[in-house]
Structures are given as C-alpha cells and as structure tokens.
C-alpha cells in the first residue's frame, strides 16, 4: 500500500511560479510510476505527466509541455511538479497518484488546490 500527501499549492499571478510535492510512503514496488492530474472546476480530472520511478524518465501533456516539468528524489520519497509560466487556466486541484504498472493508477492523494489569478 502507498500512501501520498501533495502540498506547496496556493494562489498566485499569472506567470509566477510554483513547486508541487508528493511524499510517497509504503511499499515501492507499488510504485513502478507516480504522476500528476489535475481537475478544473467543472472538468474532468485531466493528466499533467508521470515519471517511472525506476528510471526517473518523465512525461508531461502537451498542454504544459515547456512550462511544467516532473522530478523525484528517492531518498526523500518524494516526487516535484514544477510549474513555471502558471497561466488561469492552470487553476484546479492538482492529484498525486502512483500506479504498480504502466496501464494503471492505483493510489491518489487528496489533491491541493492551484489558484492561478490574471
């Protein structure tokens, strides 16, 4: 079982900055890739990126391509979305989530809210 808990979401102006964390605990091989979604209000959750967690290799969506970017550091258990260029429509609660293959995503956490005002 993985357990996950985001934080480092706020409110800030469009163009700033901001760094996402997921601290992951609990058995890593349930952690073969972590990633981030996000939900905007009155949307479905969408996909931001993953990185496999062996590896280090990321992905991020198209949609964020060149402003966001996904590390971890496996010491401190930790995966990062960082988010630069933050535009309004980035505003929405950001989801940590980690799956044991590549076709699934099996645990999340509670989400932090990004708030990305104009």
């Known amino acids: 079982q993985v357990q996950l808990v985001e934080s480092g979401g706020g409110s800030v102006q469009a163009g700033e900055s901001l760094t996402l964390s997921c601290a992951a605990s609990?058995?890593?091989?349930?952690?073969?890739?972590m990633g981030w979604f996000r939900q905007a209000p009155g949307k479905e959750r969408a996909f931001v990126g993953s990185i496999f967690w062996g590896t280090g290799r990321s992905y991020v969506d198209e949609s964020v391509k060149g402003r966001f970017s996904i590390s971890r550091d496996n010491a401190q258990n930790t995966m990062y979305l960082q988010m630069n260029s933050l535009k309004p429509e980035d505003t929405g609660v950001y989801y940590c989530t980690s799956g044991s293959s590549a076709s699934s995503w099996n645990m999340w956490g509670q989400g932090t809210q990004v708030t990305v005002s104009s």
């Open positions: 609990g058995r890593t091989i349930s952690r073969y890739r």
